[in-house]
């Protein structure tokens, strides 16, 4: 069974999805019961999807290859 300090331990690899089957089964496990837990991990998964979402926004790859044709124009 995994206690809290183990659930902060390994957040940030639960939330990036890099646990392996037994560590995520036993964190899980932790967070049905433990609510201060569960709704750490919860913010931690909406902000990274938050983040995921403005990064998009903000550097779109077509806009930024844009951007970076006119700047290299301009040097020109």
């Known amino acids: 069974m995994y206690d809290c300090a183990d659930i902060e331990r390994l957040a940030q690899r639960y939330v990036d999805g890099k646990l392996n089957d037994e560590e995520k089964m036993l964190f899980e496990k932790h967070l049905e019961y433990c609510l201060p837990c569960d709704k750490k991990i919860e913010f931690e998964l909406k902000l ?19 951007k970076l044709m006119d700047f290299v124009r301009k040097l020109n």
Request: charged share 45%; net charge positive.
């Open 48 to 66: 990274k999807e938050i983040i995921r979402i403005k990064a998009k926004e903000k550097f779109n790859p077509v806009d930024l290859e844009a």
